[in-house]
Structures are given as C-alpha cells and as structure tokens.
Antibody
Framework: EVQLVESGGGLVQPGGSLRLSCAAS????????MSWVRQAPGKGLEWVAS????????NYVDSVMGRFTISRDNARNSLYLQMNSLRAEDTAIYYC??????????????WGQGTLVTVPS | SSELTQDPAVSVALGQTVRITCQGD??????VSWYQQKPGQAPTLVIY???NRPSGIPHRFSGSSSGDTASLTISGAQAEDEADYYC???????????FGGGTKLTVL
C-alpha cells in the first residue's frame, strides 16, 4: 500500500525557516518524480515544486523560486522541502505527492494527508 | 504562464448527470487530470490523462476533452460525490504544473 506521511509543519514567524519531510513507503521511491502541492485555508490547490527521480531536475512555482528548495534522499525514501524567508502568503497545508510524468501530462496519483504551515501576518 | 478556468460552483439533482468544465490554452497541448476533495481530506485522483479512471473510482466518473476545454462528467450523481473538484495539467512552458481554481459540486 502506497503511503506518504508528511511532517515538520508548524507556526513560524515571517522571515523564518522550516523544513518539511515526507516519508514514502509501499512503492519504489527512486522510480518516481515527487512534488509538493499546497492549499491555503479555504483556497484551491497550488503546485509548489517537483523533483525528478534522481534529483537531477527540480521545478518551482515562481512565487517560491529562490526561497524554497526541494530535495530527496532515495536511500531513506524521503522527500523534503526547505522553506526560507517565509511569508504570510505561504500559510497553507502542504501535501506530498507521487507523480506520474509523461511528455504530454503530469498527474498526482497519491497524496499524503498534509502538514500545516502557519506564518502569521 | 497559463491558467485553467473552472466554474466556482455547480449543482446537480441526485441521480442526474453533471458536467464540470476546465478551460485553458495549455489543454490544447497537454492532457488534463481531475481530483476530488472532500472537506478535511486530501485530494483524490479521479481521472488522469484526459479519459482514464484509476482503479477504485466508480464508472459514473468519466473525462473528455476538445480543443481548450476538458470536462469531468458524473453520470448519476450520488450524495457522496458532493465535493470540490480540481483539474490540472502542465502549463504552456511544459515545466510547471497548474491547477484550476476548483468547482464546488452540490448534490441536491
């Protein structure tokens, strides 16, 4: 059974940092792209970042470029999101996802339950 | 960048058919996928690559696409289908991922 379990969320002051983790199990982690998707309170889904199977390619939404870093440890079956210079608008539930990536499509076939990051204004 | 547009809210009578649409230029080049999200839960994939249904998703869910518009159709909507629905695809650059703003489905 595929499982994705996020951790590391919490309350952090503006300008602060936080590192999110996602522990994956039930599939061959090193064979899949992985992503972080967030959802602000009462709002829709927003893709944040994706990382290739071997970590050689990383993509980010413009609003987090230069502040957030996605990484992975295939030996530990873990995905990470280092978040620096946090802003109030980064407040959201952050979901870890397993990705299916084709030249003509990308979709998220498994999602974790999410971890809440709160940055007060 | 590009965007995907969805109607904010749609309603359907119990047992009737409803179509939820997603419109965007990137859909001319990239396949769409659809997610269902119930309150307090993580999203669940219901349709991928335009028309494909993951195992465990009821057959009443189907997907289609033409030009710049994709549709999620629920044939014979059930009370448990009441949820938010989101579409996604690659953006026009191909490197980024975009989501529609979501459609809140109410089953009357």
């Amino acid at each position: 059974e595929v499982q994705l379990v996020e951790s590391g969320g919490g309350l952090v002051q503006p300008g602060g940092s936080l590192r999110l983790s996602c522990a994956a199990s039930g599939f061959i982690f090193r064979s899949y792209w992985m992503s972080w998707v967030r959802q602000a309170p009462g709002k829709g889904l927003e893709w944040v970042a994706s990382i290739k199977e071997d970590g050689s390619q990383k993509n980010y939404v413009d609003s987090v470029m230069g502040r957030f870093t996605i990484s992975r440890d295939n030996a530990r079956n873990s995905l990470y999101l280092q978040m620096n210079s946090l802003r109030a608008e980064d407040t959201a539930i952050y979901y870890c996802t397993r990705d299916i990536v084709l030249a003509t499509a990308i979709w998220f076939d498994y999602w974790g339950q999410g971890t809440l990051v709160t940055v007060p204004s | 960048s590009s965007e995907l547009t969805q109607d904010p809210a749609v309603s359907v009578a119990l047992g009737q058919t409803v179509r939820i649409t997603c419109q965007g230029d990137s859909l001319r080049d990239y396949y769409v996928s659809w997610y269902q999200q119930k309150p307090g839960q993580a999203p669940t994939l219901v349709i991928y690559a335009k028309t494909n249904r993951p195992s465990g998703i009821p057959h009443r869910f189907s997907g289609s696409s033409s030009g710049d518009t994709a549709s999620l159709t629920i044939s014979g909507a059930q009370a448990e289908d009441e949820a938010d629905y989101y579409c996604n695809s690659r953006d026009s650059s191909g490197d980024h991922v975009i989501f529609g703003g979501g459609t809140k489905l109410t089953v009357l």
